[in-house]
């Protein structure tokens, strides 16, 4: 999985060129994992995958990666996951959930990532992860970035 968070990354870096090839958007019933999101902040880079287990259920992993100097990504490292409680095929599942809302907070954590950057605190920078359930008629969304130095909309928010 960590080679398919890495080929996302490439692919988004191209697609800010116009170039990049479509990355998997449907998650099916197989165990193959797809690329459910990606987000690029400057030369840090996060993958959203997800894959169904051999037990059936439906997991998330979260890898990152930083931009070297040439523009290529080094390899993708496991950041987070785990099983996610839904099923996110059924259409039935999600509305039980959503309750007539277009979206809600699904999932959020924090962490401490090693990212060596030069603004990092001791190569360090604390990581806030939230996860959004939206109904499958939203067709995108804007998403604000509030955090000190933010440059504003935040990537990752089309769906």
């Excluded at 990212?115 to 998403?143: M, W």
Aim: glycine share 10%; net charge negative.
């Amino acid at each position: 999985m960590a080679e398919l968070a890495h080929v996302a990354l490439t692919a988004t870096s191209v697609q800010d060129t116009g170039a990049a090839p479509a990355l998997p958007t449907r998650f099916g019933s197989a165990n193959k994992a797809v690329v459910a999101d990606t987000c690029v902040r400057a030369n840090l880079g996060f993958a959203l995958l997800f894959h169904r287990r051999k037990d059936g259920f439906v997991a998330d992993e979260l890898y990152f990666s930083t931009r070297e100097d040439d523009g290529t990504w080094a390899a993708a490292d496991h950041l987070s996951g785990g099983v996610t409680g839904i099923e996110p095929t059924s259409p039935r599942d999600i509305a039980a959930i959503l309750k007539g809302r277009s979206m809600m907070l699904y999932d959020e954590s924090e962490t401490d990532l090693p990212t060596g950057r030069p603004q990092a605190d001791e190569g360090y920078e604390l990581l806030r992860s939230y996860t959004l359930l939206v109904d499958p008629e939203t067709d995108h969304l804007d998403i604000e970035d509030t955090t000190d130095g933010a440059s504003g909309t935040g990537a990752g928010a089309d769906q």
